[in-house]
């Protein structure tokens, strides 16, 4: 058994795998068994002898007990008992838009990737309620519809009728309490320059719903769960794990795939459709009949459409954005123009697409010799305008004859190589996607792989691309002087453009009498010449691969001579007793040289595929030597016969195999089968521990006693056994961040929710993704939580919440229990070694190994002379991928009592790898300005405080003090190391901040300045090695704010009557200063700073000013004291002349007036006229008398 665990980082990762079992043995010995384990319940692959590469120790289901255990079940399946009381359920999983919750048969595709604003009425309406009606929540374009079926028959006894079906069992769960729990992981994208790294995971639990649909009972018909399908920017590859809480029927985890397909798109009548083609309505069997399998060739772990050609005679794809738990056969619109020219001959046209590959955005084929590309529309990812409206034609003017995949992105990108035929032979064309952007680049630059080896009609066969270290590794084939086929193992490096030829294949297939043999130059040779055909190299252990009508491996690190230390710095590969360094190759003598591999398939999980010309399934352990015959074999019968009896539906009467992949370290058969007159494409996982365990030897005999044969075992233990224990904690080691969000609690009396209720989830679900993408900010909170926020204000009111929904008084009847939104960061119910370690430096983790054996292993000590002897009968090897990355140690210790050996494991990272995702450097406001008050005996804020962003005072002394926060832990702890600050930015306000160059940074920053401009000084005396910055820590004197003449902050204009103010740009970084850790942190924040001083010239200024207008103030003072007197006598006798010269122009304006009015009116009275006339004289002659006086 063998166990694996990956180390690595964000910028590549290394394997180590760790071996065990017994010393010795022979081919001819070999026994390979299955062993369940009944405490832990799982089952372990056993081997013997020992030495050989295992397999990740994972939890297999219980069946696996014994060859005729299984039996025995699979008979016992056919009674009427078990047929009544047994019953396998499985999970369904499909999308629901938004406006479609409630549809039973409803299923829509993952097309829109924006949220949308379905929900912010819902929450307007939540005014008693934890959440801020007046922060915006947004919803998401799509539900999972969650539900189960179960095989075989479930008996529900009525009143009336007896029912069985799975719809009635998913009501009685649902009154139990079942509720499916919901795992989403985000896969982090191909660019870590543009997206950071974080393996971010939501765990939800699914609300029930009623169908939307008629129905006549008077409670429920139809029942589904749902849970909202919250999407993240950088992801588009999202694993779906659905589970059971634990009540209910008993339904095995299943994991789904929901990824992005960004080649669809609405039409005018809104039907969603292919943008590269035309999609067929059914699959005919004849696409199926006349093509052969073909490999499944995508950029490991980040293509979210899948796509495979193959099929004969049709310019047609098989696409599926789930993995092939469906799939679309799409005829696509390239236009098939070819037409033959001298350089490039057109030997035959067909329509077939020969070659697809799928990387993380963009899709390429070939036919002929025409390679297309179509780069889908992914937001989420880039910007649209990097997508495609139709297929592109690359290379025009090359003849290209083949496509090669590159299995694992590296540097932020993905690449694809073309290999050249014709003028161009010898030539290879590698192109690279980066953000949905496409382009290829020849290789080599003037000069050909052909015109350096001597020979006629040189071709390149295969090539493969190591991205991270830019070297191509080509399979070439010449014929030499006697017009022999000679065949090249060639090494390029792009950077230096050296060629380097790594090996000479043999001309014929060597003669092994054992199981393997090292290809040392002197091994003797069969008649059958050997037939390459390509090339694999695992960037994860190093081990390269050349197949054909054979199987070489061999590793590309060379072991130091005169040491026998696997952690010594060198790479050892063991095979038995022997190793091998990259001289020599390793011929692998169980696969037969009469067959030939056409397509091999690697799960990067330790194991691996051939898949030959005769569509037969060979299995292989990397780094051991036996090959085994999965498919045809009788193995491969037993297992057949067992699942047909059991009438499954993944089995039919006529097969055509279509391709075979690994998912998650499960190896799956595409397959198209026939069964009762009904054809489907489905999805089979091919169970290697079953077909493998078939296989063996039957360890069991039947004695006669007297009438009966009596059954008895040839041996009660006939196997080695693994087990781990002490394991490190999962989440922490493979840098999950998880989220809790449960569905919001409703008051219905069946607890069904309604489509308000889940626009509330919707919600609550993006609202906590959102408050998770802003947390990354450069201001520390308080609390080192990204939930923190959301409640701080509302945690106090929590039992007056609960209290109204208590009482049914809860608006729209939902209740949101705020505790349960949280953050999880000590998740241990999660067992086994974690596919990625990531470790910083002079971190490690250990675990420990049981080996237990019986048989030979253990024997007395009568026997073996000593009891001693388990020491050389077990043992453990550990084989790292990387040994100037990783060391192992290994401590045995022999527990006879137990029959077992204990190994502690301990593996650490001695050199530079990468930071684990999920740390961050944040500026720790809060210790920063205790320490300020501490040191300067005071401290003064702005006028205007922002709590979001304190002031700091120009004449303080500033020390800042940094935090590493772990945002997969929780923990949050001070930065010791050493960094550079430096002033990077700057404005007089927010708005107006504005970076400055490489110059202005230097004069600004560096103690070499000499044109006053610094902005800040201090005591520091350690700087960089050309002097240029200061290296600061903790432990530094602070900062004193200087802002020289020419530096932007010197002599700033006051805006109002408060000191002025300034905003500097910093930016924090330990790169190539500090050794405490192997993260290269970075941090730009803002820091504003007031109180800054004015220059002497306008304080001179100022000065002058001020004392002028204080002076003008005094004489204008003075003045007016002594002339206010006369001021005042003269404005009185002003105002008596005016007021005499008014009342005079009144009098006699009044009495002109009066005396015309009297002549022109002749139809008005005498007495009316002249009674007022002369009152009005007689009291303006009174006035103007009274004025006079005056």
């Not at 196997?719 to 409703?746: G, I, S």
């Amino acid at each position: 058994m063998e166990t694996r665990a990956l180390v690595g980082a964000p910028r590549g990762s290394r394997a180590a795998i760790l071996r065990a079992g017994k010393r010795g043995g022979t081919g001819a010995a070999k026994q390979r068994l299955t062993r369940f384990d009944q405490v832990t319940g799982s089952s372990y692959m056993v081997r013997w002898p020992a030495m050989l590469p295992v397999s990740p120790v994972l939890p297999r289901k219980s069946q696996l007990w014994a060859f005729w255990a299984l039996l025995l079940v699979a008979w016992l399946s056919l009674t009427p008992w078990a047929v009544d009381h047994h019953h396998r359920c499985s999970w369904l999983v499909v999308l629901n838009k938004f406006e479609r919750v409630g549809s039973h048969f409803s299923q829509d595709r993952f097309l829109d990737q924006e949220p949308m604003d379905t929900v912010a009425k819902v929450f307007e309406k939540l005014s008693d309620s934890p959440v801020d009606t007046q922060e915006r929540y947004l919803g998401f374009p799509y539900y999972l519809q969650i539900n189960f079926s179960c095989t075989g028959q479930v008996r529900i006894y009525t009143v009336k009728r007896m029912i069985s079906n799975s719809e009635e069992l998913a009501r009685k769960g649902h009154l139990m309490g079942m509720r499916p729990v919901v795992l989403i992981s985000y896969r982090y994208p191909v660019n870590f320059y543009r997206w950071k790294i974080e393996n971010l995971q939501v765990q939800m639990e699914a609300a029930p719903l009623r169908s939307t649909e008629h129905c006549a009972a008077e409670a429920m018909c139809v029942l589904n769960w749902y849970t909202p399908m919250p999407i993240k920017n950088g992801s588009v590859v999202m694993s779906v794990d659905i589970s059971s809480n634990g009540i209910g029927p008993f339904i095995p985890r299943k994991r789904f795939y929901m990824n992005m397909n960004g080649f669809l798109k609405r039409d005018a009548n809104e039907k969603v459709i292919y943008t590269i083609g035309y999609e067929s309505i059914v699959m005919k069997s004849n696409n199926f009949k006349k093509s052969k399998s073909r490999p499944l060739w995508y950029t490991i772990n980040h293509a979210p459409v899948l796509i495979l050609g193959g099929i004969e005679g049709e310019k047609a794809l098989l696409i599926t954005d789930t993995n092939f738990q469906d799939a679309s056969l799409v005829e696509l619109s390239i236009d098939s123009c070819w037409v033959g020219s001298y350089y490039c001959p057109m030997l035959s046209f067909s329509a077939t697409i020969f070659d697809a590959i799928s990387t993380e955005s963009t899709l390429f084929i070939r036919q002929n010799q025409l390679v297309y590309y179509f780069t889908g529309r992914y937001s989420t990812l880039f910007d649209t305008s990097h997508s495609s409206s139709r297929w592109v034609r690359v290379l025009p003017t090359e003849c290209i004859k083949k496509l090669c995949p590159v299995f694992v992105n590296g540097n932020g990108s993905e690449y694809v190589l073309a290999l050249n035929t014709g003028i161009h032979e010898g030539y290879i064309h590698i192109g690279t996607i980066t953000d949905g952007l496409v382009s290829f680049q020849m290789v080599p630059t003037g000069w050909s792989v052909c015109d350096m080896l001597s020979g006629t009609n040189c071709t390149i066969d295969w090539a493969t691309y190591i991205a991270d270290e830019k070297n191509l590794l080509l399979l070439l084939e010449i014929l030499n002087e006697n017009l022999d086929k000679v065949f090249y193992l060639l090494s390029f490096n792009l950077d230096t453009e050296a060629l380097d030829i790594l090996y000479i294949l043999p001309q014929y297939v060597p003669q092994a009498s054992g199981d393997f043999l090292v290809l040392l130059g002197t091994e003797t040779y069969t008649n059958t010449l050997m037939i390459p055909e390509g090339l694999f190299f695992n960037t994860f252990n190093n081990i390269l691969y050349i197949w054909g009508n054979f199987i070489l491996q061999r590793c590309l690190l060379r072991p130091e001579e005169g040491t026998r230390n696997p952690g010594a710095g060198v790479l050892w590969c063991w095979l038995g007793i022997y190793l091998y360094n990259r001289v020599h190759f390793i011929y692998l003598a169980d696969f037969p040289k009469e067959y030939t591999i056409k397509y091999m398939v690697n799960s990067y999980h330790g194991e691996m595929v051939f898949v030959t010309d005769k569509e037969e399934i060979w299995y292989f352990l990397e780094g051991g030597y036996d090959v085994y015959r999965l498919v045809p074999s009788s193995g491969w019968n037993t297992y057949v016969f067992l699942h047909k009896m059991e009438h499954s539906s993944l089995f039919g009467d006529r097969e055509y195999l279509v391709s075979v992949f690994y998912e998650d370290g499960q190896l799956y058969q595409l397959i198209y089968l026939t069964k009762a007159g009904r054809s489907r494409l489905v999805k089979r996982p091919l169970q290697v521990a079953k077909l493998l365990l078939y296989q063996n030897r039957r360890p069991q005999t039947f004695e006669m006693q007297g009438k009966y044969k009596k059954l008895s075992f040839t041996n009660l233990c006939p196997f080695k056994v693994m087990r781990l224990r002490d394991l490190p904690e999962k989440q922490h080691f493979a840098r999950q961040e998880l989220y809790h969000a449960p569905p919001p609690l409703v008051s219905q009396t069946l607890g069904f929710h309604n489509n308000k209720t889940l626009a509330v989830y919707q919600g609550l679900v993006y609202y906590l993704l959102w408050l998770h993408s802003k947390y990354d900010k450069p201001y520390a909170d308080p609390v080192h939580d990204p939930t923190w926020r959301w409640w701080q204000h509302k945690k106090q009111y929590k039992d007056y919440y609960f209290y109204l929904s208590s009482n049914w008084l809860a608006a729209e009847g939902v209740y949101i229990d705020m505790s349960s939104y949280q953050k999880l960061y000590n998740i241990s119910n999660d067992h086994g070694l974690p596919e990625i370690v990531f470790l910083d430096k002079g971190t490690s983790f250990s675990f420990t190994v049981f080996l237990s054996s019986q048989e030979d292993t253990l024997m007395s000590a009568a026997t073996l002379g000593t009891t001693f002897q388990v020491e050389k009968k077990l043992a453990v090897a550990v084989v790292v991928a990387d040994p100037d990355c990783l060391k192992a140690t290994v401590k045995q210790e022999v527990l006879l009592n137990r029959k077992a050996v204990l190994y502690k494991g301990n593996l650490m990272v001695p050199v530079l790898i990468g930071c684990p995702p999920g740390k961050r450097l944040a500026f720790d406001v809060t210790y920063t300005i205790l320490h300020s008050r501490e040191i300067n005996k005071h401290y003064f804020d702005c006028v205007k405080s922002n709590p979001e962003m304190p002031c700091f005072l120009f004449r303080d002394l500033f020390q800042p003090f940094f935090l590493v926060q772990d945002m997969v832990t929780g923990d949050s702890g001070s930065f010791l190391g050493s960094y550079l600050l430096k002033v990077v930015g700057g404005g007089h306000t927010l708005d107006t901040i504005r970076d400055y160059t490489e110059e202005e940074i230097f004069r600004y920053n560096s103690p070499l300045d000499n044109s006053e401009s610094l902005i800040w000084k201090t005591k520091v005396e350690r700087t960089t090695r050309d002097k240029k910055f200061y290296i600061m820590s903790y432990l530094s004197p602070g900062i004193e704010w200087l802002c020289l003449e020419n530096s932007p902050c010197h002599d700033i204009t006051p805006g109002n009557i408060f000191a002025p103010e300034f905003f500097l740009k910093l930016l924090v970084s330990n790169r190539g200063v500090d050794t405490s850790t192997y993260c290269d942190y970075q941090l730009i924040f803002i820091l504003h700073m007031h109180g800054l001083p004015l220059s002497s010239n306008r304080s001179l200024f100022i000065v002058i000013v001020s004392i002028s207008l204080l002076s003008g103030l005094v004489v204008f003072y003075i003045l007016f004291c002594i002339l206010w007197p006369h001021i005042v006598k003269a404005w009185a006798s002003l105002r008596w002349k005016i007021n005499n010269i008014m009342a005079s122009e009144s009098y006699y304006t009044y009495a002109t007036s009066t005396a015309g009015f009297s002549v022109h009116s002749h139809t008005v009275s005498e007495e009316s006229v002249k009674a007022p006339s002369k009152a009005g004289s007689a009291g303006g002659i009174a006035e103007a008398e009274k004025a006079q006086e005056a």
